[in-house]
């Protein structure tokens, strides 16, 4: 997908791409329209909650009071905006959802596709359009496409329009937190200052009026996420997964809208010392980024490998890892797999496998880890996550790499349009 040269050739390949896109989406309409039944339960049941807690929101209310609702004002926004789009008839909340995804799903496609013009590479479209259907139904019953799409163009806009690529972060961090660490992906200072000006100023503006706008904007995100446990997918969570096949009152309880470790003496030591590691990880790989960014030559692919080596940093090190997650690993290791030069694609092909993994896991498996604990099932989770810490691992060794090679030829600091 990724080598045609001729530009008779790139297009077929890019027709191609989008045609499997066409294809392996079909299907899932197929399937929300009931033409073909789902091969699990109730496929809406986030999207259902997402509803009711409109109840609050369309009176400017956030819901803090369920333990359920754990993000920032952003997402009260994106709800809200949904009901005033799909009224008040039973199922249409549903059916604008998943239209409205299934565009976000198709935006990300055709920025990739522009990032592969000229020099890149079509293989990070091609990988968008045959990964995300790995994932089953969550991607259309779960809002991460949105915050995904917010992050893929952000970076795809990271040199050329710096300003928008800020903003755009800037939107994503009010409603799921997360692109907030993407702003890595600007070479440091000089290079950062539009990228963080267009951040700052949508946070300002926007959080600020999300704000005052809603009752309790941030209680939710603020004292609901910081309760949380330790759930039992999450990486740090690993040998407790192991130790419950031998040891059944090792206890799994179902909190804050997830299955989660919660008496066990490991557990609060872990759940308070995963965020310290985020901190010192993205710390740590902040101050290489300060420092590689004086010494080496900087180019749009690298600021691309920096930015999925935080995102996997933010993973590996969170005491949460819902499967939808893994939408945001193949959303930036797509845009990593348009660019030649790209240190990361051993770690974007382990993410691949990482994300067929979950799809394995869930829904197939996962009672074989939350209620009713056997082998396959743990095996399935724990080599899951051996897989994602080894991109996380291969990532960063890959780039160190590159990195001490381009010194060898010289430091100065080279800006590449992307």
Request: aromatic share 10%.
């Amino acid at each position: 997908m990724g080598g045609q040269s001729h530009p008779r050739g790139r297009l077929r390949s890019a027709i191609g791409v989008v045609g499997v896109w066409a294809v392996t989406r079909a299907v899932f309409v197929l399937i929300y329209a009931n033409v073909i039944n789902a091969p699990v339960g109730n496929v809406f049941a986030d999207v259902a909650l997402y509803r009711r807690w409109t109840d609050a929101l369309l009176d400017w209310q956030v819901p803090h009071d369920d333990p359920m609702w754990q993000y920032p004002p952003g997402a009260a926004a994106l709800f809200r905006s949904l009901r005033h789009v799909a009224g008040d008839p039973v199922g249409s909340y549903e059916i604008t959802f998943f239209t409205l995804a299934l565009v976000a799903d198709l935006l990300v496609l055709l920025t990739l596709l522009r990032l592969a013009r000229g020099d890149g590479l079509l293989l990070g479209a091609g990988a968008w359009a045959v990964v995300v259907p790995l994932l089953n139904l969550l991607t259309y019953a779960r809002y991460d496409i949105f915050v995904t799409a917010a992050a893929v163009i952000a970076l795809a806009a990271m040199l050329r329009r710096p300003v928008v690529a800020g903003a755009a972060l800037g939107i994503g961090a009010l409603i799921k937190v997360w692109p907030a660490v993407l702003l890595i992906a600007a070479r440091p200072f000089g290079g950062l200052r539009p990228i963080l000006t267009g951040f700052v100023v949508t946070l300002a503006a926007l959080g600020g009026a999300l704000t005052l706008a809603f009752t309790g904007a941030w209680s939710g995100f603020t004292g609901n996420q910081a309760d949380r446990g330790l759930q039992i997918e999450s990486i740090g969570a690993t040998p407790l997964v192991l130790a419950r096949l031998g040891d059944r009152t090792i206890d799994v309880r179902y909190t804050y809208g997830a299955m989660e470790f919660v008496d066990h003496p490991l557990v609060r030591p872990v759940a308070i010392g995963l965020p310290v590691l985020t901190v010192l990880g993205l710390g740590a790989l902040g101050l290489w980024w300060l420092v590689s960014g004086r010494r080496r030559i900087w180019t749009g692919t690298f600021g691309f490998d920096v930015a999925l080596l935080a995102l996997l940093t933010t993973v590996v090190t969170s005491r949460v890892f819902s499967p939808q997650y893994m939408l945001w690993l193949i959303g930036v290791a797509a845009v990593c797999l348009t660019r030649r030069d790209t240190t990361q694609r051993v770690a974007s092909a382990l993410i691949m496998v990482a994300t067929a993994l979950t799809s394995a896991l869930f829904p197939w498996y996962y009672a074989q880890v939350s209620t009713d604990p056997d082998w396959p099932g743990t095996v399935l989770l724990v080599v899951r996550n051996v897989v994602v810490v080894a991109a996380l691992g291969t990532g960063f060794h890959a780039l160190t790499r590159r990195a001490r090679e381009r010194t060898a030829g010289g430091s100065a600091v080279r800006l590449s349009p992307v």
